[in-house]
């Protein structure tokens, strides 16, 4: 029902920016967030937004993601600088309605390696 975008191969020290767009008209989103799973691991929260509220992240990428969107478009994007390996993983967004109930959508994958 999510679909994102724009995952890719990147060097150490470069940039990304991943794309998340509703395919199927979800109603009453109140917030969107970005999670990750890197190989071997649980799905983690990176970033989100929400109505009437500043963004948030994860502590070991502030400074270096960017979420923005449009949550009444149901779009939200993700601006990834100053890449890592750490930050390898499957990169998911999620939207999250006004009845509590989630939407998970394909991930993209992204590979920081030289």
């Known amino acids: 029902q999510l679909q994102a975008s724009g995952g890719g191969l990147v060097q150490p020290g470069g940039s990304l920016r991943l794309s998340c767009a509703d395919r199927?008209?979800?109603?009453?989103?109140?917030?969107m967030d970005w999670y990750r799973q890197a190989p071997g691991k649980q799905r983690v929260w990176v970033a989100g937004i929400s109505s009437g509220s500043a963004p948030n992240y994860l502590d070991s990428v502030k400074g270096r993601f960017t979420i923005s969107g449009d949550i009444s478009a149901n779009t939200v994007y993700l601006q990834m600088n100053s890449l890592n390996s750490e930050d390898t993983g499957v990169y998911y967004c999620?939207?999250?309605?006004?009845?509590?109930?989630?939407?998970w959508g394909q991930g993209t994958q992204v590979t920081v390696s030289s």
């Open positions: 199927s008209n979800i109603f009453s989103l109140k917030a």
């Open positions: 999620n939207g999250r309605d006004i009845w509590e109930r989630n939407y």
